[in-house]
């Protein structure tokens, strides 16, 4: 399956990428939810987060540690911020690559009871 993230990362379209190692891709999203909205998507192709595997894990891990460091590195770790992923239809999943939502710059409101 080839998605508009695949293209992204192939660069052929352009998008405004803030982080990328030899495992996955970070970039803005261009209909953000939070003043702060980038997308971490791994280069290997995963439709979705129920296609994952075991061998999947390490890689998983690493679109949250990802997260974590842009967090820090860009000054808004301490403040907080929320980390999504969407799995299929009813999930709110729109393109079928997993991918992680990191969401910060504002209060965002509460989301389940913990």
Same mark, same amino acid.
């Given at each position: 399956?080839?998605?508009?993230?695949?293209?992204?990362? *192939?660069?052929?379209?352009?998008?405004e990428?803030? #982080?990328?190692?030899? @495992?996955? &891709?970070?970039? *803005?999203?261009? %209909?953000?939810?939070?003043? &702060?909205? &980038?997308?971490?998507?791994?280069?290997?192709?995963?439709?979705? !987060?129920?296609?994952?595997?075991?061998? @999947? +894990?390490?890689?998983? %891990?690493?679109l949250? !540690? +990802?997260?974590?460091? #842009?967090?820090?590195?860009?000054?808004?770790?301490?403040?907080?911020?929320? &980390?999504?992923?969407?799995?299929? %239809? @009813?999930?709110?999943?729109?393109? #079928?690559? !997993? @991918?992680?939502? !990191?969401?910060?710059? +504002?209060?965002?409101?509460?989301? %389940?009871?913990?």
């Amino acid at each position: 399956m080839d998605t508009i993230f695949h293209k992204i990362i *192939r660069r052929e379209i352009p998008a405004e990428i803030v #982080y990328e190692d030899e @495992h996955l &891709v970070a970039f *803005r999203d261009i %209909g953000p939810q939070a003043p &702060v909205h &980038v997308l971490f998507v791994p280069k290997q192709t995963i439709p979705t !987060l129920d296609a994952a595997k075991p061998e @999947h +894990a390490e890689l998983i %891990g690493r679109l949250a !540690l +990802a997260a974590a460091e #842009y967090a820090r590195s860009e000054g808004f770790a301490e403040a907080g911020y929320r &980390v999504v992923m969407n799995c299929n %239809g @009813h999930g709110g999943q729109t393109v #079928y690559q !997993l @991918h992680l939502h !990191l969401l910060a710059g +504002a209060q965002l409101g509460h989301f %389940g009871a913990a």
